[in-house]
């Protein structure tokens, strides 16, 4: 089943806008991911906030996480042409040492 | 160094036939695992191999399916008796260790059409 929950489900901005996209779920977990899917390649990851950590920052990237409300937030600030692509969660722990659990993803569209 | 590859890229086959998808993870990484993307999807979990010990074949969706890793390496995911619901884009990614606090690295996958 699906944890990772994504909204909204697709997003335009320009050029230059920050872009935000949220991500909730439903049980304990011990690691909250966020991955990038350009159109017909693979996943990259860009992130990993640990269930103790609140915020973290990677250039452009903002995550936050808060566990008491099962959400996290991540914020591409400054955004490009070349940010256009998919963005998945992925959540581990929840009774699994080893498995992550992705997310339908937001599909982010930003406009030169 | 070199990221996972899987092949084909593309696989068209006719209803019925078995097909067969490999996927070469990172060098020295133990961890592999096997999903399945339906358009506009997330990502399905298939099955996950961690060094030699028992594969988790849990998100397997049916004994058509079933995959394999030699010496801890290379993997071949094999659908037998394919169907049309078996169309999607099958990704496998790789991780150090079998950790979930390991980023995964994923090939860019197989996209699978069945007519």
């Known amino acids: 089943s699906q944890q990772g929950e994504e909204d909204p489900q697709a997003l335009s901005i320009q050029e230059g806008e920050n872009a935000t996209m949220n991500c909730s779920y439903k049980?304990?977990?011990?690691?909250l991911q966020w991955y990038r899917q350009n159109s017909g390649r693979g996943l990259v990851h860009l992130i990993l906030?640990?269930?103790?950590?609140r915020e973290k920052h990677s250039g452009r990237l903002r995550v936050t996480l808060d566990t008491s409300k099962k959400s996290s937030s991540l914020l591409i600030t400054a955004s490009r042409a070349a940010d256009t692509a998919s963005y998945f969660c992925?959540?581990?722990?929840?009774?699994?040492?080893?498995?992550?659990?992705f997310g339908k993803g937001t599909l982010l569209t930003v406009n030169p | 160094g070199a990221g996972v590859s899987q092949s084909p890229s593309n696989k068209v086959t006719e209803k019925g036939k078995d097909v067969e998808l490999r996927c070469d993870p990172i060098?020295?990484?133990?961890?592999l695992y096997w999903y399945r993307q339906s358009l506009g999807q997330g990502l399905e979990f298939l099955i996950y191999?961690?060094?030699?010990?028992?594969?988790?074949k849990s998100g397997l969706p049916s004994d058509r399916f079933s995959a394999e890793r030699t010496g801890g390496s290379v993997s071949t995911l094999t659908i037998q008796r394919t169907q049309q619901e078996d169309s999607a884009v099958y990704l496998c990614?790789?991780?150090?260790?079998?950790?979930?606090?390991?980023?995964?690295?994923f090939g860019d996958g197989t996209r699978l059409s069945i007519l």
């Open positions: 990614a790789s991780s150090f260790k079998g950790d979930s606090n390991q980023p995964q690295h």
């Open positions: 049980t304990s977990i011990n690691n």
């Open positions: 906030i640990r269930s103790n950590e």
């Open positions: 992925a959540t581990g722990g929840g009774g699994s040492n080893y498995k992550l659990t």
């Open positions: 060098s020295g990484h133990t961890a």
């Open positions: 191999f961690q060094g030699n010990s028992a594969p988790d």
